[in-house]
């Protein structure tokens, strides 16, 4: 069965900076990688997805990430962020076995943004 | 945005008593999912659904059951709601697994006291 660790709970960052969120996961065979984004009191959004190719993907709100199988990770980048970034996000990982292959979350990373 | 409803988007009610959420989407998507979101915990798989009167069983499902008898609508009931079943529930779904993403609903927020 995969599982996902995102390696920090909380990253306080100011405006314009820029941030990493940090994505690790396991799993005994490929993968599909998303990463959603939560706005409070909202449901998730989709921000970008992996399901082959390149492993720079580009996602809404200027946000990309990198697939690295040989580190198994999914980290998640933005050059400059803005106030409005400020929400939790949350990796997931899903099996490219055919069957039942669902979605497992990571526990999320509540970024903040300051001014 | 995915045409997804969940209803209600509040629930407060007594420990021993039976809820029922319902999730209705107009995609006409095949999978329909139940999670809920605790802080800590990320989201987990209650139930899910790969067609209508087909569902199964997620990572969290002691205490819980679903149905649906519609392609739009996955209800999820709590037989007797304990106070460790208070949480946040999202539906989610998706025209078929893997490489499909998921579309969520906007929550119902569930409080047992």
């Known amino acids: 069965a995969q599982s996902v660790t995102q390696l920090d709970s909380q990253v306080p960052v100011f405006e314009e900076a820029p941030v990493e969120l940090r994505c690790n996961y396991s799993s005994s065979v490929s993968v599909y990688l998303f990463w959603y984004v939560q706005y409070p009191n909202q449901g998730l959004q989709l921000l970008l997805k992996y399901l082959s190719g390149s492993t720079l993907v580009k996602g809404i709100n200027g946000f990309e990430a990198e697939f690295n199988k040989s580190q198994t990770s999914f980290h998640l980048r933005k050059p400059s962020v803005h106030i409005s970034d400020t929400a939790e996000y949350f990796c997931?990982?899903?099996?490219?076995?055919?069957?039942?292959?669902?979605?497992?979350f990571g526990k999320g990373t509540k970024l903040t943004v300051n001014p | 945005d995915a045409g997804i409803t969940q209803s209600p988007r509040h629930k407060v009610t007594e420990t021993g008593t039976p809820v029922t959420l319902r999730c209705h989407q107009t995609e006409n998507h095949r999978y329909m999912y139940w999670y809920r979101q605790d802080p800590g915990h990320g989201l987990r798989l209650i139930h899910y659904?790969?067609?209508?009167?087909?569902?199964d069983k997620g990572e969290v499902s002691d205490g819980y059951s679903v149905s649906r008898s519609k392609t739009e609508d996955f209800l999820l009931t709590l037989e007797s709601a304990t106070s460790s079943q208070t949480s946040v529930y999202f539906c989610?779904?998706?025209?078929?697994?893997?490489?499909?993403?998921?579309?969520f609903g906007d929550g119902t927020r569930l409080s047992i006291l």
């Open positions: 997931a990982v899903s099996d490219q076995q055919g069957g039942s292959e669902k979605l497992v």
């Open positions: 989610a779904i998706s025209e078929r697994q893997g490489a499909q993403p998921q579309h």
């Open positions: 659904s790969y067609g209508v009167k087909d569902t």
